[in-house]
């Protein structure tokens, strides 16, 4: 089976395909602790990196959707990822039989709205072509995603333990009323 993976632009990014040049910048993103402080905390392996890289390819092909490399506008580079996935974590079927929306950013990008930017392109790309409820895992502490997903139009479900730490578990039943 094969899938083709939309590029989407918006005024300062592009969502794209990750491509088999881009497992070193995927790396060096997932190695950076400021990345991966609020994603379990620890930096990832090189070869856990790999499966990773390889599960999100695996994904468009599986389900149709997947992760986009986000790329800046001007500097060409991958600056994080944003996307949806089935992440098979035993938080309960109400929660993992829907896929969970996901998103990273390096440091150097935090706080200029690219985020927003990233993930609001991603979700109307997936109410126009997959639809349907999404869910996402937040840690409580992360007040910048939480407020994002809220944004986005997820409302909590539930408080959960995952991976030793305190999660919100949410839930977007449809795109937020405008």
Wanted: aromatic share 10%; charged share 20%.
């Amino acid at each position: 089976m094969s899938r083709h993976i939309p590029t989407i632009n918006t005024a300062r990014i592009t969502l794209r395909a990750m491509r088999p040049d881009d497992f070193d910048r995927f790396a060096e993103i997932w190695a950076m602790p400021e990345v991966v402080r609020f994603t379990g905390g620890a930096p990832r392996s090189r070869d856990l990196c790999w499966q990773k890289f390889l599960a999100n390819a695996g994904h468009w092909q599986m389900t149709g959707f997947g992760q986009w490399g986000i790329e800046e506008h001007g500097t060409k580079r991958m600056i994080g990822q944003v996307g949806f996935f089935y992440g098979a974590r035993g938080m309960g079927k109400d929660f993992d039989s829907i896929p969970e929306a996901g998103w990273v950013l390096v440091p150097d990008v935090h706080g200029k709205g690219i985020g927003l930017e990233a993930a609001q392109a991603a979700h109307d790309w997936f109410d126009r072509v997959i639809t349907g409820p999404l869910t996402c895992m937040v840690e409580p502490v992360h007040k910048v995603s939480l407020g994002l997903a809220q944004r986005l139009g997820y409302v909590p479900m539930r408080s959960a333990d995952y991976m030793g730490g305190p999660v919100e578990l949410l839930l977007r039943k449809s795109p937020p009323q405008v």
